[in-house]
Every structure is written in C-alpha cells, then in structure tokens.
C-alpha cells in the first residue's frame, strides 16, 4: 500500500496532545473524519484554534486548553481514552537553544508525564513524534533505525532521544505499547516555523533580497503533512509489537539551494539577490545532510507519494498563498 491515504478504522477513544499544532491538527482531521471519538489537548503555545476550530461542536470532538506540564489537569482528562497521540512538544529547533530548559521541559518532562498519566489510567497505547535529529551527524546515509551510538547535537535531539529511551522503559516495565516516529523534514499547511516559513517572511518584508542560513549545501529530506500522519497511523494500524519504531521520511534528497529556486519560482519573484550566510550547517545544532532510511516502513507496506523536491513545491505553494492571505 502506497503513502495514499485511505480510509482507516481504529473506534477507540483518541486523545491527540498537542493536537491545535502543525502536525497535530492534521493527524486530527483525519481521525475526525474516520468517525473517531477525538479529545484535543493542548496549551495554544505553538498551535492555533483556527486549525481545528472546524470540529467545534461536533459530538465526540473536545478541546481542552491546558498544559501537559500540568500533571493533575493531564491525568483527570487522559482517563477513559484508549490511544495517546502525544505530539506536544518544542517544534523549533533553535528556540531550545536560546533556552537550555525548554526542551526538557517541554518535551522530556511532557513525554514523562504523558506514559505516568496512561501508567496509572490503564491506557495502554502510546504514539510519539520523535525526530530524525536523534541521530545527531550520522555517518550512515540512508541511517537506519538501529544506527548507532545515537549522539544529538541540539538539545532538542538530546530531548527527543531521552523521550524515547521513556518510552521503551515503560513499554518494558508496565505494558504500555509504544510507537515511535522518527519524522524527517515536515512540511504543508499550516506550518509555523521552518525553512519555508522563514524564507517566506524574509521575503514579505524584502522580495529583492532574501537571507539564506548557511551555505545552501545542506541537504535534506522533506515529507509532507498529510504523508506523515497516514505513516503515522498505517504503522499504528498494522505494527503490533511491544515497542515500535519507525523513520518516517521521503526516500531521497534536496538542497537548500533547490529549496530556495523552487520557492521563489512559485513567488513568481524576479532578480532575488540571494545572500547566504556561509557554513555547513544553518544555525548551531543543525544537522546538514541528513536521509532517513524508509526500509522498515516499506516492508511495513507503507511508502511515501511524493519526492522531497515535490513535497517541496506542493508545500512552498500553500505557504505563499497563506502568508498573502494573512498579510492582506
């Protein structure tokens, strides 16, 4: 089965932490559409209403603002669910390096306190975003799951990777099933940061000159958002071990430098003087070529529709026709 997406039967009682975010609100959409009882929780830190303010009002649709931080709020509305999407977290790289506590607080101490809650309400299904950043500078390219010594360098890969090592202690000591998603590059509607985002505000604020990190060499895979969430939940469906664990990526490459051509040729901009900063890497903690090897969600059944330049441009597309809208 390819990466189209498909109707999917599940009927159990979903909650989706994180879910008014970038990739939680699509992973919402489908399950709403599937006629699954769906719970919202997130604090609105990274996310919006106005992504899932559609299902407001339907019967089995709820949000609940709060923090996954708070401990209390999060094991009262966690019980009588049956699945845990636990998306919530820091989504931007370089914020957790201005503030060395954001990643273990909102990723490693939230992942914690989310397997504590489905520990002690008997929910006995975790999924977690996790990130291809927790292999850090591999020196195997496509990287496999089982690469290793895993040695991030950004604190967000170092937080993600601890999530996981959570995740697997729990999953040993007190039942919780476990499936982990190793994400590449997301990218689509409604992003609120990353390589497109940025260079499109660049460009808002000067189309005739655009500032691009690093020296445009870096290279990369890129998936689009409604790939990743019928990944995401093809592998729920049908991988049924203890612990699960998957990259979930396209299955090759793209520069910044092809990134940068491609967006602009959808701007329809012309004479873009293009400055680039120099360095291999963007910004401290990015990893500069990075390739998911997809092998393990292949003979899963799942593949991917789109390459990376594709998800690239159907993506550059939606990003420049919704900053136009929202700058009007």
Same mark, same amino acid.
């Given at each position: 089965?390819? @990466?189209a997406l498909r109707g999917c039967v599940i009927h159990m009682s979903q909650m989706?932490? @994180?879910? *008014? @975010?970038? %990739? @939680?609100? *699509?992973l919402v959409?489908?399950?709403v559409a599937d006629g699954e009882p769906v *719970? /919202?929780?997130d604090n609105l830190s990274n996310g919006s209403e106005s992504? %899932?303010?559609?299902h407001f009002g339907k019967p089995d649709f709820k949000f609940i603002k709060a923090d996954v931080l708070d401990f209390e709020r999060l094991l009262k509305e966690m019980d009588g669910h049956s699945v845990v999407w636990h998306l919530a977290a820091n989504p931007d790289i370089r914020k957790g390096t201005e503030s060395s506590r954001m990643d273990l607080e909102q990723n490693t101490l939230a992942t914690y306190n989310v397997l504590e809650a489905a520990r002690k309400t008997d929910i006995d299904s975790v999924v977690f975003s996790s990130t291809s950043t927790i292999y850090g500078r591999a020196s195997v390219l496509p990287t496999p799951e089982d690469y290793g010594p895993c040695l991030p360098i950004s604190l967000y890969g170092a937080s993600k990777l601890a999530c996981e090592g959570l995740l697997s202690a729990y999953a040993e000591l007190y039942g919780v099933k476990g499936? %982990? #998603?190793?994400? *590449?590059? %997301?990218v689509g509607d409604r992003s609120t940061h990353g390589i497109l985002y940025d260079l499109v505000e660049k460009l808002n604020r000067n189309p005739a000159e655009l500032e691009v990190l690093g020296d445009g060499n870096q290279k990369k895979? #890129?998936?689009? /958002?409604e790939e990743c969430v019928d990944g995401m939940m093809f592998g729920f469906e049908n991988a049924k071990d203890k612990l699960n664990y998957f990259n979930l990526g396209s299955e090759d490459q793209i520069t910044v430098r092809r990134i /940068?051509?491609?967006l602009i040729e959808e701007t329809g901009l012309k004479d873009v003087q293009l400055k680039y900063t120099g360095g291999e890497s963007g910004w401290a903690g990015d990893v500069p070529k990075q390739l998911l090897s997809t092998k393990k969600m292949t003979e899963l059944g799942w593949t991917p529709s789109h390459s990376s330049e594709e998800a690239i441009r159907e993506a550059a597309r939606i990003t420049v026709r919704e900053y136009l809208r929202a700058s009007k």
């Open positions: 089965m390819t @990466g989706v932490t @994180g879910g *008014a @975010g970038f %990739i @939680g609100s *699509a959409d489908k399950l *719970a /919202v929780y992504f %899932i303010s559609q499936w %982990i #998603y190793r994400f *590449a590059n %997301i895979s #890129y998936l689009l /958002v /940068v051509e491609v």
